[in-house]
């Protein structure tokens, strides 16, 4: 393959590697043969042609011109290449390029900017391998899949009717690799004209781009030979004639183009008004531009889209019946008004009968209804630039989404999306619209529910401090008796009675017997402190059991590395996982790939171990996930924030149309109020969930074991010590007995 910034230079250069016969010529280093007089119609009709159709329209820029080398067709490619040579009035650069070659010269010889036209000659359809050729241009760097195609059959056929369908054949297998902008020229021996035939690939009869019905002649061309300057009469009749019958519903003006090349022999190469100078005349019938082929409306044939549910851009509203309030926002909001109506800034969705377009096409085929914002602004743009837009295919795997886009598969993919660099040489991107960012989501810590809940109340030294108390007060107790010299015996008086019930009513045993004011005071202390004490213990010991304190939560990506959590995200995460460290690296050695996000995120609710790269927006709105088991860490703990954008073809023709109304969507807050709305009916929700929530929480057994336990721990010592006080009441009994 060879590539080239001069015409002059590679097509001297190719010719010299074809060992075709030359002759001198001034200028180029190398002989240049004389045309033989019969081939000068091809030359100058088809390079007349070709420059023609290069001028394609504006919608595509550059002035590489890619020509496919042929070693079958060796002398008309010499004609055409000799041609461009001796003018060079010519607009393009030549890049010459073989795919059944290699000759090394691919990392010496690279051109970025992309070709406006690719010229192929086919000689015959059955012996060409168009599988070799398409996948030699797509290898390419510079593939540029919107370029103008132009193929020159070089075979004549017996009849029109059989060049014709030859042309029809070729326009297919070229429509089928999804290359709509393609012009095929051939002749017949019927007459002498060079015929410009093409497909409008949204002609209604041609089914959207997917086969080839209608044919239309864009141009006419006819070789004088320089002795006349006009058209010969009878001539242009025949051309009339025969075009007329064949085509009967041509559109636009008719007008003649007079193109000129220079005769080979000619000694002054530079006098353009000399009488003998021969003449391409091309009458047009069709005009066949890149707008005309690739109109704004697309004729009505729907522009096909992708997408992935990736929530809250894009929405299904058959994931689960009790989500029903995540969609369908754009029918009527929680207060049962209607929304999305927006007429000061003409974006009124059911001003002109178009507001369900998406919505019944899906209904229509029997597919879930969308919604989110994505579908939002998708249907905004289908109304504005009044189009239809199909979301008809769907798939959570991206990079499969990527490759049908770069296919021609689809033509616009949505869902959340974050161009992929690796791919921006083959897709082009919408402005940013949205912002989202690649957080961490781990399980959300769980309550601490152990065996000694009921002793976290206080803390070690609290409880050292009440033992205390108790020892020294009990002691000071008993030393009062053993000072006054009192033995407590019943209580037979009102105080001492009304004292043992209030000690009754709040658990605190009193002594019936009378008592000295040393020991009443210290009774009555004990009274209070045991009072406050135990309703701040009971009270602390219920909000314990209830709701316990929780555990450590995970929240950091230090933490990750440190508790050696498992690594799970989506094949687009792995890219921003090349940061240098110790925790990227361990990252990167225990990374695994989650074919199913939401499945993901369930398990990482669920396991404390596994920690989950996702999109923070997809997490917080997605209703498949258990949500309230997730927590997400915090924004500046983020992997990468990302802008989110549409995916289109590379120079999609109406990319330029798109971008202006996202523009104004974001300019007049239409897309914060899809976002704010979409909020506010899952917050309305949420509370409507927590109302219908009992009010009372029933203990679990997780939450008061431990009581129980110790509890139980405490009746088997006494029961000990009951055994044993009884086996030893019965042994001394015995042993008095003897």
């Known amino acids: 393959m060879l590539f080239g910034c001069s015409i002059t230079f590679w097509v001297a250069l190719v010719l010299n590697e074809l060992a075709l016969p030359v002759v001198g010529q001034d200028g180029f280093g190398i002989n240049l043969m004389i045309a033989p007089s019969d081939d000068d119609a091809q030359a100058i009709c088809i390079l007349a042609l070709l420059r023609k159709y290069f001028q394609s329209g504006e919608t595509l820029s550059g002035s590489v011109l890619c020509i496919n080398i042929n070693e079958q067709l060796k002398n008309v490619q010499e004609q055409l290449l000799r041609g461009m040579i001796l003018d060079e009035d010519y607009p393009w650069t030549a890049l010459i390029t073989n795919p059944r070659t290699d000759d090394g010269l691919e990392s010496e010889w690279v051109m970025h900017e992309k070709p406006q036209c690719y010229f192929v000659l086919v000689e015959n359809l059955e012996d060409e391998d168009f599988d070799e050729i398409f996948d030699h241009w797509k290898g390419m760097m510079n593939w540029n899949p919107l370029a103008q195609f132009v193929v020159f059959l070089v075979s004549v056929e017996e009849t029109d009717e059989e060049m014709t369908d030859l042309m029809v054949e070729l326009l297919l297998i070229f429509m089928n690799r999804k290359i709509f902008n393609v012009n095929v020229i051939g002749q017949s021996e019927e007459n002498s004209f060079y015929y410009g035939k093409t497909a409008f690939p949204y002609h209604p009869d041609n089914n959207c781009g997917n086969r080839v019905i209608a044919v239309e002649l864009l141009d006419a061309c006819e070789y004088q030979d320089g002795e006349s300057e006009d058209y010969d009469d009878e001539q242009e009749d025949q051309l009339n004639t025969e075009s007329e019958d064949e085509f009967e519903d041509f559109e636009g003006e008719e007008r003649s183009l007079a193109m000129t090349m220079y005769d080979n022999n000619d000694e002054n190469l530079n006098e353009t008004n000399s009488t003998s100078q021969p003449t391409a005349t091309i009458e047009e019938f069709f005009r066949a531009k890149f707008e005309d082929k690739f109109p704004k409306d697309l004729s009505g044939c729907p522009l096909t889209a992708a997408f992935r549910p990736w929530e809250p851009y894009i ?53 879930a209804q969308l919604g989110g914002i994505e579908y939002q602004m998708v249907r905004t743009i289908a109304e504005r630039l009044h189009v239809n837009i199909d979301l008809q295919v769907e798939n959570t795997n991206v990079y499969h989404l990527f490759q049908q886009l770069i296919d021609g598969e689809i033509e616009m993919i949505v869902g959340g999306i974050d161009e992929d660099p690796s791919i921006s040489q083959f897709v082009s991107s919408s402005i940013p619209y949205h912002q989202d960012d690649l957080t961490w989501c781990v399980s959300k810590a769980k309550r601490n529910h152990g065996f000694f809940n009921f002793l976290a109340s206080f803390q070690a030294d609290s409880w050292f401090l009440f033992l205390l108390y108790i020892v020294t007060s009990s002691f000071a107790i008993l030393m009062a008796q053993r000072v006054s010299g009192l033995r407590l015996q019943n209580l037979n008086n009102y105080p001492a009675i009304f004292i043992r019930m209030v000690g009754i009513l709040v658990t605190q045993a009193m002594p019936n017997q009378k008592l000295t004011v040393v020991m009443r005071l210290l009774f009555a202390g004990s009274f209070l402190t045991g009072f406050f004490f135990s309703n701040t213990y009971q009270s602390f010991l219920i909000s314990t059991l209830t709701t316990p304190r929780s555990s450590h939560q995970i929240q950091t990506l230090s933490e990750i590395y440190s508790n050696r959590m498992i690594i799970m995200g989506s094949s687009e995460n792995v890219r921003h996982l090349n940061k240098d460290g110790e925790i990227f690296k361990y990252i990167r050695e225990k990374f695994q790939m989650c074919y199913n996000i939401v499945d993901c995120l369930n398990d990482a609710a669920e396991n404390d171990h596994i920690a989950v790269a996702v999109s923070r927006q997809h997490s917080f709105y997605n209703p498949r996930i258990h949500r309230d088991h997730l927590f997400c860490f915090d924004r500046r703990e983020s992997l990468y924030v990302y802008l989110v954008t549409m995916l289109l073809p590379k120079k999609y023709h109406l990319l330029h149309q798109i971008n202006p109304i996202i523009q104004h969507i974001i300019e007049s807050g239409h897309m914060q109020k899809w976002a704010r709305d979409l909020d506010m009916v899952r917050v309305i929700h949420e509370e409507i969930g927590r109302v219908h929530e009992d009010p009372f929480k029933a203990l679990k057994w997780a939450q008061f074991q431990g009581a129980f336990a110790f509890a139980s721990v405490l009746l088997v010592i006494a029961s000990g010590v009951l055994i044993l006080e009884y086996v030893a009441a019965k042994y001394f009994a015995l042993k008095e007995h003897k």
Request: glycine share 12%.
């Open 315 to 367: 929405f299904r509203s058959d994931d689960s019946a009790s989500q029903d309030y995540y969609y369908g926002v754009d029918e009527q909001d929680a207060g049962g008004n209607e929304s999305y109506s927006y007429d000061d800034d003409g974006y009124d969705d059911r001003d002109d009968g178009k507001s369900h377009l998406l919505d019944e096409e899906l209904e229509s085929n029997g597919k």
